[in-house]
């Protein structure tokens, strides 16, 4: 691999800082979920709703603290990430809280819970509790290489928070999946901030250990196999997802995890074999569990015939209401205030939110998010290519990989491509921990762009031009 | 490190692709399919979005629309004055579906009709709601409510006919049911259904259209028909071969009449039908045999069933059946059956100089503009018997109503021809009879009306008189009604 190749992906030596693209970027951001504000009131009442003033103003406020923390501390940022995470958050505000109008979810919570809480006033505090760690990773993060230095604490941090949720009296159950705790009234679910803390352990883990995963191996049918010693790592982290999966009935963050370190391994090792061990081990632990845990065999079921069990079954109701709210929406979708994705009952404005997004903006709007959130991950690998360091380049690869696997994971569960898994979409789903958490990823993304574009006082030397230097003792 | 992130990239490209082609299968390919599945709410939350196309009655609506709370469906049907209208707009509920033509002109009523799409179109680009279109029935208000409040509270149904078109002018079954009292699907509305359900007198049962009686002496008409038609006899007032006491063929039972008519032997078919004897056409069915009474009965709409469109049961004319048989088939009984929608239509092709027109009682469909959609051509069914027979038995019928058995049926100012009927029914006739009427009423421009009316176990006597003393009344009053409507 040569210095011009990388060089060339995102040029490195007097790239323009590009920040009055991104502020024109971030105006439409902000104003396209006002207008679907607009849209949704009147589609509604017929009238303007009455908190479009204080909403526009909040997104556009986060906005515009975002856009002058990043022109200050990270000037040659990659462009795009700010204004699309903008846009995706503003857009969940307006279907939370288009969801908050419904009736049938009104009388649902008050029914349930005895009272009906909106869900969007919090989602726009979240918002900006989200922005508010978002400027403090980019003030207290002047260099992601800095995190290298927490590569076991982060392994550790991440091990506390996977299990958290398992700690009696801490975590709670919810709907069958064991990842959330609550803590003084609010719900986390420590799986969300751990994906971040487990990136950082992974990068700087592989960082050390690529050479001796990648070159210390015997060829075996074409495929370099990893000596027995060096297959311990991923055993451990296999065996890990394996118990998340078990013990938390979360097929979703289990995959997560597992793919982002193969992923990882992947980029770290350039072995295909670690792939093709990866791939037939989450095959096997999930062929496995499916067939033995209930929870996650309801929900393979479902996903195989959910008309069949439709009646009998939960899991198999919600994913059939999931796709008759897909169908339902057709090409251009019944528009916005106007579909009835709130028969899905619960979760409707969470793990279902997208099909509210698919029932009322249709196959256009699904596809324009689609294509959003696909950007967002090009814009991460874009950044892991142009990373000069091999922390940065896997810390950007994981945080990417892990957000590609988590779109697919849950808009190919609730649009039944997959067995729905209990996790979020980013930034459109009421809750705080994503949102928040998905700030995080977003602004190390944009730190380690900033350090990848910002023009080098002298070129630094590029780690993959030094081959030589791996083999150590 | 960069080829495999390239490879990464490559990846997250086809996760993203793979979630693009699902999302195209589900909104495109297979929206249709999950839009209209039978599990998907929608399809009922939109059928009860907007008001309720109406039913029309002499240019008014019968039907309503209100909205509901509660639900999450919005409007639910009402009616006005429901309990007399049931059996013509059947009921369209939210609990539990619709029935009649409430079902089937659903597609007018809810909007959602193909011949409505152009329309639909252009109401979803300049934006205004769907609507549903109307439902104009032929059906006479006056008429109705004479059929209904005649039959109060006796059990019976009543239907009228406009011979000359075939359009239903009263169409009346009692005891009746509110539709508006299950329209909706709460608490209330399963009450009135269950109740409605389970109640013995069976008000749910469209009695006009649906139930079938013995037709007993009033089927003597058709048998009447059939003799001048094959020929048997042709002149109302030549005297029958009817021997007295008559003993059925192949048996050794006598045929009785109902009282002690010494005319009946050998009368004439006027004397004969005035008096309703059943020996004379008893035997005059034996005498043609069954497939020539068969043929007849068929000829005016027996062994078919009748779609108005509402779906009318079949009227039943044995097919396989002795001598014996057939002479008791002759005079109403044995296994003979008539809706009174087909005992009107009997009437109404005699009043109509031997036509029998096609029954109907949708006269046009509107779309919500009231532009009218389409509207119902009169088309003749049959030719029953020729023009020349048909004025011999208006002759006969009109001697029955002036100096026969259905002198109560007499309306000064028109000519009115009928004939009176007791059906005896049940084991060793163990049951109440019904009493039947069946008439038109003539004026100088034809016949605007004929009429069956069946009352129940009504106290009826067993003697002919029954039909003239509780169903003709009735009649009366619904030819009363339309004659003085067309004034």
């Given at each position: 691999?040569?210095?011009?190749?990388?060089?060339?992906?995102?040029?490195?030596?007097?790239?323009?800082?590009?920040?009055?693209?991104?502020?024109?970027?971030?105006?439409?951001?902000?104003?396209?979920?006002?207008?679907?504000?607009?849209?949704?009131?009147?589609?509604?009442?017929?009238?303007?709703?009455?908190?479009?003033?204080?909403?526009?103003?909040?997104?556009?406020?986060?906005?515009?603290?975002?856009?002058?923390?990043?022109?200050?501390?990270?000037?040659?940022?990659?462009?795009?990430?700010?204004?699309?995470?903008?846009?995706?958050?503003?857009?969940?505000?307006?279907?939370?809280?288009?969801?908050?109008?419904?009736?049938?979810?009104?009388?649902?919570?008050?029914?349930?819970?005895?009272?009906?809480?909106?869900?969007?006033?919090?989602?726009?505090?979240?918002?900006?509790?989200?922005?508010?760690?978002?400027?403090?990773?980019?003030?207290?993060?002047?260099?992601?290489?800095?995190?290298?230095?927490?590569?076991?604490?982060?392994?550790?941090?991440?091990?506390?928070?996977?299990?958290?949720?398992?700690?009696?009296?801490?975590?709670?159950?919810?709907?069958?999946?064991?990842?959330?705790?609550?803590?003084?009234?609010?719900?986390?679910?420590?799986?969300?901030?751990?994906?971040?803390?487990?990136?950082?352990?992974?990068?700087?883990?592989?960082?050390?250990?690529?050479?001796?995963?990648?070159?210390?191996?015997?060829?075996?049918?074409?495929?370099?196999?990893?000596?027995?010693?060096?297959?311990?790592?991923?055993?451990?982290?296999?065996?890990?997802?394996?118990?998340?999966?078990?013990?938390?009935?979360?097929?979703?963050?289990?995959?997560?995890?597992?793919?982002?370190?193969?992923?990882?391994?992947?980029?770290?090792?350039?072995?295909?074999?670690?792939?093709?061990?990866?791939?037939?081990?989450?095959?096997?632990?999930?062929?496995?569990?499916?067939?033995?845990?209930?929870?996650?065999?309801?929900?393979?079921?479902?996903?195989?015939?959910?008309?069949?069990?439709?009646?009998?079954?939960?899991?198999?109701?919600?994913?059939?209401?999931?796709?008759?709210?897909?169908?339902?929406?057709?090409?251009?979708?019944?528009?916005?205030?106007?579909?009835?994705?709130?028969?899905?009952?619960?979760?409707?404005?969470?793990?279902?939110?997208?099909?509210?997004?698919?029932?009322?903006?249709?196959?256009?709007?699904?596809?324009?998010?689609?294509?959003?959130?696909?950007?967002?991950?090009?814009?991460?690998?874009?950044?892991?290519?142009?990373?000069?360091?091999?922390?940065?380049?896997?810390?950007?690869?994981?945080?990417?990989?892990?957000?590609?696997?988590?779109?697919?994971?849950?808009?190919?569960?609730?649009?039944?491509?997959?067995?729905?898994?209990?996790?979020?979409?980013?930034?459109?789903?009421?809750?705080?921990?994503?949102?928040?958490?998905?700030?995080?990823?977003?602004?190390?993304?944009?730190?380690?762009?900033?350090?990848?574009?910002?023009?080098?006082?002298?070129?630094?030397?590029?780690?993959?031009?030094?081959?030589?230097?791996?083999?150590?003792? | 490190?960069?080829?495999?992130?390239?490879?990464?990239?490559?990846?997250?490209?086809?996760?993203?692709?793979?979630?693009?082609?699902?999302?195209?299968?589900?909104?495109?390919?297979?929206?249709?399919?999950?839009?209209?599945?039978?599990?998907?709410?929608?399809?009922?939350?939109?059928?009860?979005?907007?008001?309720?196309?109406?039913?029309?009655?002499?240019?008014?609506?019968?039907?309503?629309?209100?909205?509901?709370?509660?639900?999450?469906?919005?409007?639910?049907?009402?009616?006005?004055?429901?309990?007399m209208w049931a059996p013509v707009t059947g009921y369209a509920s939210q609990a539990y579906g619709a029935t009649q033509i409430e079902s089937i002109e659903d597609g007018i009523l809810t909007g959602n009709d193909d011949r409505l799409f152009f329309r639909r179109t252009l109401d979803m680009v300049t934006g205004k709601k769907k609507e549903g279109g109307n439902v104009v029935t032929t059906l006479n208000g006056a008429a109705q409510k004479a059929a209904f409040e005649g039959l109060g509270n006796k059990k019976g149904a009543v239907a009228a006919i406009d011979p000359s078109t075939g359009a239903i002018l009263a169409l009346a079954s009692t005891p009746s049911y509110d539709p508006s009292s299950f329209a909706g699907n709460s608490k209330d509305d399963e009450k009135a259904w269950t109740d409605l359900e389970s109640d013995k007198n069976k008000p749910l049962l469209n009695r006009a259209l649906r139930e079938t009686y013995p037709p007993g002496?009033t089927f003597k008409v058709v048998t009447a028909a059939a003799a001048l038609e094959h020929g048997l006899y042709t002149d109302p007032d030549e005297k029958t071969e009817s021997p007295l006491p008559w003993t059925m063929p192949d048996t050794r039972t006598e045929l009785k009449n109902e009282g002690s008519y010494p005319s009946c032997k050998d009368g004439s078919l006027r004397e004969a039908l005035r008096i309703s004897c059943n020996t004379v056409f008893g035997k005059i069915g034996s005498d043609l045999g069954k497939d020539k009474m068969r043929e007849t009965a068929q000829k005016f709409g027996f062994n078919e069933e009748q779609f108005v469109p509402v779906r009318a049961t079949a009227s039943n004319f044995p097919t396989q059946m002795d001598r014996p048989q057939t002479a008791l088939s002759s005079i109403g009984q044995f296994e003979t059956a008539a809706t009174p929608l087909q005992m009107a239509m009997v009437a109404s092709a005699i009043?109509?100089?031997?036509?029998?027109?096609?029954?109907?009682?949708?006269?046009?469909?509107?779309?919500?503009?009231?532009?009218?959609?389409?509207?119902?051509?009169?088309?003749?069914?049959?030719?029953?018997?020729?023009?020349?027979?048909?004025?011999?038995?208006?002759?006969?019928?009109?001697?029955?109503?002036?100096?026969?058995?259905?002198?109560?049926?007499?309306?000064?100012?028109?000519?009115?021809?009928?004939?009176?009927?007791?059906?005896?029914?049940?084991?060793?006739?163990?049951?109440?009879?019904?009493?039947?009427?069946?008439?038109?009423?003539?004026?100088?421009?034809?016949?605007?009306?004929?009429?069956?009316?069946?009352?129940?176990?009504?106290?009826?006597?067993?003697?002919?008189?029954?039909?003239?003393?509780?169903?003709?009344?009735?009649?009366?009053?619904?030819?009363?009604?339309?004659?003085?409507?067309?004034?």
């Open positions: 691999m040569s210095s011009t190749t990388h060089t060339s992906t995102i040029g490195a030596i007097g790239a323009p800082s590009r920040r009055n693209t991104e502020l024109g970027l971030l105006v439409f951001a902000v104003l396209i979920p006002i207008f679907a504000y607009a849209n949704v009131g009147l589609a509604i009442d017929g009238t303007m709703p009455t908190g479009m003033i204080g909403y526009g103003l909040g997104l556009g406020l986060l906005a515009a603290v975002g856009h002058l923390v990043v022109r200050k501390f990270a000037p040659y940022a990659d462009p795009l990430l700010l204004p699309l995470a903008t846009l995706l958050n503003g857009l969940g505000l307006v279907l939370i809280w288009r969801l908050d109008q419904s009736e049938r979810l009104q009388q649902l919570q008050e029914r349930s819970f005895g009272a009906f809480n909106p869900a969007a006033p919090n989602q726009l505090m979240y918002s900006a509790v989200g922005i508010a760690l978002f400027v403090g990773v980019l003030l207290l993060l002047k260099d992601h290489r800095i995190l290298q230095r927490f590569t076991y604490i982060s392994m550790v941090a991440a091990m506390i928070l996977l299990l958290l949720p398992l700690v009696p009296g801490l975590g709670t159950d919810v709907f069958g999946a064991k990842i959330w705790i609550r803590l003084g009234g609010f719900s986390i679910q420590p799986g969300e901030f751990a994906k971040i803390v487990i990136a950082v352990f992974f990068a700087g883990y592989l960082m050390v250990k690529r050479d001796a995963l990648a070159l210390a191996s015997r060829r075996f049918m074409g495929l370099y196999l990893p000596r027995g010693r060096d297959l311990g790592p991923i055993l451990v982290i296999w065996a890990v997802s394996l118990l998340i999966l078990v013990f938390e009935n979360d097929l979703g963050t289990s995959l997560l995890f597992f793919g982002m370190f193969v992923v990882m391994l992947y980029v770290a090792t350039e072995r295909t074999s670690w792939i093709v061990i990866g791939l037939l081990m989450s095959a096997a632990g999930a062929v496995g569990v499916a067939s033995t845990a209930g929870h996650v065999k309801a929900r393979v079921d479902a996903w195989l015939d959910p008309f069949g069990c439709y009646a009998t079954s939960g899991a198999c109701e919600q994913i059939g209401q999931s796709i008759m709210a897909f169908g339902s929406g057709g090409v251009l979708g019944t528009g916005l205030g106007q579909g009835n994705s709130d028969l899905i009952g619960f979760a409707a404005n969470a793990d279902f939110i997208f099909a509210t997004v698919g029932e009322e903006l249709g196959l256009a709007g699904v596809m324009a998010f689609l294509v959003i959130y696909g950007l967002i991950i090009e814009r991460g690998v874009r950044t892991a290519l142009a990373a000069r360091d091999p922390f940065g380049k896997l810390f950007a690869a994981g945080l990417s990989g892990a957000f590609a696997l988590q779109i697919f994971v849950v808009a190919g569960g609730v649009m039944g491509l997959i067995p729905l898994t209990g996790m979020t979409m980013p930034w459109l789903a009421a809750g705080g921990s994503s949102v928040i958490a998905n700030w995080a990823l977003i602004a190390i993304l944009i730190r380690i762009s900033d350090t990848a574009r910002r023009p080098a006082p002298a070129p630094a030397a590029n780690p993959d031009a030094e081959m030589t230097q791996v083999v150590r003792p | 490190m960069n080829k495999p992130l390239r490879r990464i990239a490559m990846f997250c490209g086809l996760l993203v692709l793979a979630l693009l082609i699902r999302d195209n299968w589900l909104q495109y390919v297979k929206a249709d399919e999950l839009r209209t599945h039978e599990k998907n709410r929608r399809v009922l939350i939109e059928r009860y979005a907007q008001k309720r196309g109406d039913i029309i009655v002499d240019g008014k609506s019968i039907t309503g629309s209100e909205r509901t709370t509660g639900s999450d469906f919005a409007y639910k049907r009402t009616y006005r004055n429901g309990e002496s009043a109509n100089d031997g036509k029998l027109m096609e029954p109907y009682m949708v006269d046009q469909v509107q779309a919500p503009g009231l532009d009218v959609i389409s509207k119902h051509a009169p088309k003749e069914l049959s030719r029953p018997l020729s023009a020349e027979n048909a004025q011999k038995l208006q002759d006969m019928m009109e001697t029955v109503v002036n100096q026969g058995t259905g002198t109560s049926a007499k309306i000064p100012g028109a000519t009115v021809g009928g004939k009176t009927g007791t059906a005896q029914h049940g084991i060793d006739n163990s049951e109440k009879p019904y009493a039947w009427f069946i008439s038109y009423a003539k004026t100088a421009d034809g016949s605007p009306v004929a009429v069956a009316v069946v009352v129940e176990d009504s106290d009826a006597h067993r003697e002919d008189i029954s039909g003239g003393g509780l169903a003709a009344p009735i009649a009366k009053n619904v030819m009363q009604a339309v004659l003085d409507g067309s004034k």
